[in-house]
Nanobody
């Protein structure tokens, strides 16, 4: 079973940046597709970004394209989410997740393993 631990959340002003990290316990980390999701109070969980095993193919939700970058370091069993030009509407709990297979990336139910989440708050 893969254990995922996020870090890097916090409070930042609009226009600022944060880098989230997600460390995996599994030595076969490179066999998993990794995703980031977020959930704001009173809203459904939302897909943010995903990256395939080798770190080449990525996929983003439209609202973060050009501002967020997902990347991974398989040697460190870690996936990252670099968030630039943050907006108040980015405020949410961000969670990383692991799965196999590239289909239906936006569907959170297709991810088998989840971290506990880290809070990101963007002030205006």
């Amino acid at each position: 079973q893969v254990q995922l631990v996020e870090s890097g959340g916090g409070l930042v002003q609009a226009g600022g940046s944060l880098r989230l990290s997600c460390a995996a316990s599994e030595r076969t980390f490179s066999s998993y597709i990794m995703g980031w999701f977020r959930q704001a109070p009173g809203k459904e969980r939302e897909f943010v970004a995903a990256i395939e095993n080798g770190g080449i193919m990525t996929h983003y939700t439209d609202s973060v394209k050009g501002r967020f970058t997902i990347f991974r370091d398989n040697a460190k069993n870690t996936v990252y989410l670099q968030m630039n030009n943050l907006k108040p509407e980015d405020t949410a709990v961000y969670s990383c997740a692991a799965r196999t297979g590239w289909a239906a990336l936006r569907e959170f139910r297709t991810y088998a393993y989840w971290g506990q989440g880290t809070q990101v708050t963007v002030s205006s």
